[in-house]
């Protein structure tokens, strides 16, 4: 996905840094960075990227000796997207890169790139500077959803933190036509999924660091500072983990499908509630380079209801809950199976296996397409119905709260706001993950952003659907990051997760 992620950074940080760099008493490098506040039109950008990003990449198919550690510190861009500086070549070029775990391949602009304003505005890399240069040639494109890069490449020397990678593939480009990558604060991408997604087959840099034996352990991870007003953004870690980014044991949970660092987790809880959609289980991929937490619209509908978030009315939601809600209420006493409902019904299809509707869109981008709405519409209100009925609670009841959730349907932004006032009466949500629940308290969700001089607070969960078999999928970004240590063990093909410190 982290192709996808050149256009989540829309400005999310402004840094106005003056970056220093010191060895520290543990002899780990680290650097200092400033920060500034979030602005709304800044995360609005960023989330229509996310989407754009996302819907190419599933859209497409993919898928969903050194003795120390080594440690790249984060620069926080706003809570939402997290980068360190680099170097490429010798002596070493710096570029500033998006360390993104939903991507593999590392990309900096060239010095060859003469016609896109976007290479005039960032850091470039010049082949003739470098004495370690070898050349490739192999052309390369990747489309996003606003814009395209192309490139061809290129082989030398890549410094992070105090590690040099020598001979690593990556990427130089020549055109970037996208206004995102002009006003972006990054120079390029470093992905740090597998190579199942990289592109041109080039190897992440961590299985380069693996082969040329220069780290002590074959995991990297990644601690993440939400605190606003902390000059620290966070630190990436290679070869290991630093013990004062966590306390307690971590939980690990083994990949269950390469390329993305992809698990399996269960329900999502409200309050200690289930939310029913996942308790069978879902895929879930852990996401560096997505900002917020994007999951089941059925879900996401359930949060923003009770936590009083506000999204549009759907009018095909509501019709599908005032002309079928209580058919489906009564299929669902008659022991009907609930993937079979809307079949019954007829706004679905079944293929014998579950309801089939349009691929790889969510339910705000689907206003305009019909039969496949309310097909959408019916497999929500059925979650809803069912989870209702477990309470025992009366028809009336049902019905009514099934009707609220429709109007609890995230904007086609994927925005839903919330009351700043009312933080501490919203309830705790949790992830069950490994059998275990990863809690996410109402200051760790909700995410506050500055407009015109006042805070505004949004919700953290953003709606996106993924059809099986490859879904339903949830991307836990840097909202969970934020929330938990997060450990991406590459020798076991395993992830880990543990309180931060």
């Not at 939601?317 to 299929?331: A, F, S």
Request: aromatic fraction near 10%; hydrophobic fraction near 35%.
């Amino acid at each position: 996905m982290g192709q996808k992620h050149l256009l989540l950074l829309a400005c999310f940080w402004v840094l106005s840094c003056s970056l220093l760099l010191h060895a520290s008493s543990d002899g780990l490098l680290r650097i200092n960075l400033n920060k500034k506040k979030l602005d709304k039109e800044a995360l609005t950008a960023a989330k229509l990227a996310k989407e754009s990003r996302l819907r190419r990449s599933v859209g497409a198919g993919q898928y969903l000796g050194a003795s120390t550690d080594d440690i790249v510190p984060l620069d926080n861009y706003l809570d939402t997207q997290y980068f360190g500086e680099i170097g490429i070549g010798t002596p070493s070029q710096n570029f500033t890169v998006i360390f993104d775990t939903g991507s593999s391949n590392l990309w900096v602009p060239s010095s060859k790139c003469y016609f896109s304003i976007a290479c005039y505005l960032h850091h470039r890399y010049k082949s003739t500077k470098s004495k370690t240069y070898k050349k490739n040639g192999e052309s390369c494109t990747i489309t996003y959803g606003s814009g395209q890069i192309a490139g061809f490449f290129s082989e030398d020397n890549v410094l992070v933190g105090n590690l040099v990678v020598q001979n690593q593939q990556f990427i130089e480009t020549t055109r970037e036509t996208s206004p995102t990558f002009i006003i972006g604060k990054f120079d390029g991408i470093l992905g740090l999924g597998f190579p199942e997604i990289s592109v041109g087959g080039a190897p992440p840099i961590w299985q380069s660091m693996k082969e040329q034996k220069l780290v002590a352990e074959d995991v990297f991870s990644f601690w993440l500072n939400r605190d606003p007003d902390a000059s620290a953004g966070g630190e990436l870690v290679f070869g290991g983990v630093d013990p004062k980014h966590y306390k307690g044991n971590h939980t690990y949970v083994p990949v269950t499908r390469k390329g993305y660092w992809q698990f399996d987790m269960g329900d999502l809880l409200i309050g200690g509630h289930s939310t029913g959609y996942c308790a069978g289980g879902c895929a879930a991929i852990v996401d560096s380079g997505t900002s917020l937490l994007a999951g089941p619209t059925t879900i996401v509908a359930q949060v923003n209801h009770a936590i009083g978030a506000e999204g549009i009315i759907s009018t095909e939601c509501k019709e599908v809950v005032r002309e079928y809600g209580e058919m489906i209420l009564e299929l669902l006493i008659a022991q009907t199976s609930p993937q079979k409902v809307c079949t019954q019904i007829g706004l679905c299809v079944f293929d014998g296996a579950h309801s089939l509707s349009n691929p790889i869109e969510s339910v705000v981008e689907k206003q305009n397409r019909g039969s496949d709405l309310f097909c959408t519409a019916c497999e929500m209100a059925v979650v809803w119905i069912q989870n209702q009925l477990r309470e025992n609670k009366t028809k009336e009841l049902i019905l009514n709260y099934a009707n609220q959730l429709c109007e609890r349907l995230p904007s086609p932004n994927g925005e839903s706001t919330v009351d700043c006032d009312q933080i501490s009466e919203m309830p705790n949500l949790a992830f069950t993950i490994a059998n275990k629940t990863f809690t996410l308290t109402p200051e760790q969700y909700i995410v506050k952003l500055e407009q015109a001089g006042q805070t505004i607070c949004i919700s953290g969960f953003m709606a996106y659907d993924v059809p099986p078999p490859r879904g339903p999928l949830w991307i836990l970004g840097d909202v969970f990051m934020g929330a938990y240590h997060t450990v991406f063990d590459f020798g076991e093909n395993r992830i880990g997760f543990a309180k931060p410190a």
